[in-house]
């Protein structure tokens, strides 16, 4: 069993940059695959970004290719997720994950789910 707690999230504006933290609790995190999801309103939770568990591999969904990188601190238990020149549809709760396997990026392969933090972006 893994317990994971997001922060960091909030209101800013388009433009705006802001680090989202994962901290992770339980089992041996270094054995987990970690990722970060989002849901907008009405609609499904979309994959984000995800990183192997020695950090060595990532993969982004192509909407934030170039803009939020994911990286993750072993020693400390906590993955990251930095997100650059946010616009309005990056609006959303936005979720860890992590997973059994090495890396993934579907929903169904994640096991432990954190409860979400609130990302808004104001035009």
């Known amino acids: 069993q893994v317990q994971l707690r997001e922060s960091g999230g909030g209101l800013v504006q388009a433009g705006d940059s802001l680090r989202l933290s994962c901290a992770a609790s339980?089992?041996?995190?270094?054995?987990?695959?970690m990722g970060w999801f989002r849901q907008a309103p009405g609609k499904e939770r979309d994959f984000v970004a995800a990183i192997s568990w020695s950090g060595r591999s990532t993969s982004y969904a192509d909407s934030v290719k170039g803009r939020f990188t994911i990286s993750r601190d072993n020693a400390n238990n906590t993955t990251y997720l930095k997100m650059n020149n946010l616009s309005p549809e990056d609006t959303a709760v936005y979720y860890c994950?992590?997973?059994?396997?090495?890396?993934?990026?579907?929903?169904?392969?994640?096991?432990?789910w954190g409860q979400g933090t609130q990302v808004t972006v104001s035009s």
């Open positions: 994950a992590a997973t059994m396997r090495m890396i993934a990026v579907a929903t169904s392969a994640y096991q432990y």
């Open positions: 339980g089992r041996t995190f270094s054995s987990f695959g």
